[in-house]
């Protein structure tokens, strides 16, 4: 990382501190729609997700971030948990991805995990065995539930060689735990012509209008992933 997108990394992480923005709680977004005949999948016609400041709506709107949009499309009720600052290493005073896992026992049919970009200054060798570990305690926490795994956008950009190893290593830990994962960077979500569209040059975060962008996106990622779960 060079002396620059180190000063650019600080001072990102200086104004998430100053922020400290916390999303902990259910959103519903949309009534369940029941089909004739019950709903014959196992699991409960909801979504669970956990992430990073991106998820919380940080300096746009909290109530209306990238999983609540998503979860309005799909017409499904929502659980948001999301601290600006954490990763599945980096706890940020609050707790990581790994501990945030941990819960009583759910019937959510989806569980989205989003971020990781907050894990640039650990250890990405410990990266890997963070992500399966988060994947299986949410596995055995909801056991109904597909997982996806949401990757990090350019936080900041442009993108480094160091964001592309991070989402390297969580797209090759979703691969091995048989999970779904989405790499924004590969799938260029936000094309470097257009991040100024999507991410607000002075915050580095998602605009309102780039959280509905976001959540847009995630909602037709979800539809196209996980079919069988969506349609019954």
């Known amino acids: 990382m060079s002396g620059v997108d180190r000063a650019r990394r600080w001072t990102r992480r200086g104004s998430l501190l100053a922020a400290a923005g916390v999303v902990t709680g259910l959103t519903t977004a949309g009534a369940a729609a029941v089909l004739p ?3 014959q999948r196992p699991g409960t016609r909801r979504i669970h997700l956990i992430g990073d400041s991106w998820a919380a709506g940080l300096y746009a709107d909290p109530a209306n971030a990238l999983g609540q949009v998503a979860a309005s499309a799909l017409g499904w009720p929502i659980t948001v948990d999301a601290v600006s600052g954490t990763g599945y290493l980096n706890d940020a005073g609050a707790r990581t991805y790994v501990q945030r896992a ?14 990781g970009s907050n894990d640039d200054d650990q250890d990405l060798a410990a990266l890997p065995a963070a992500v399966r570990t988060t994947i299986s305690v949410l596995g055995r ?3 109904d539930a597909s997982i996806l795994l949401l990757g990090p956008g350019p936080d900041p950009a442009p993108v480094t060689e160091r964001q592309r190893d991070i989402d390297a290593a969580i797209g090759g830990a979703a691969e091995a735990a048989g999970v779904e994962y989405i790499s924004m960077l590969d799938e260029n979500w936000i094309p470097p012509s257009r991040v100024d569209a999507v991410i607000d040059p002075t915050t580095h975060h998602p605009t309102r209008s780039g959280q509905q962008y976001l959540g847009l996106r995630l909602a037709a990622a979800l539809r196209l992933r996980f079919v069988a779960d969506l349609d019954d």
């Open 102 to 115: 941990a819960g009583p026992t759910g019937t959510d049919r989806i569980v989205v995990v989003q971020g």
């Open 141 to 143: 926490r909801f056991p």
């Open 37 to 39: 005949g019950g709903d």
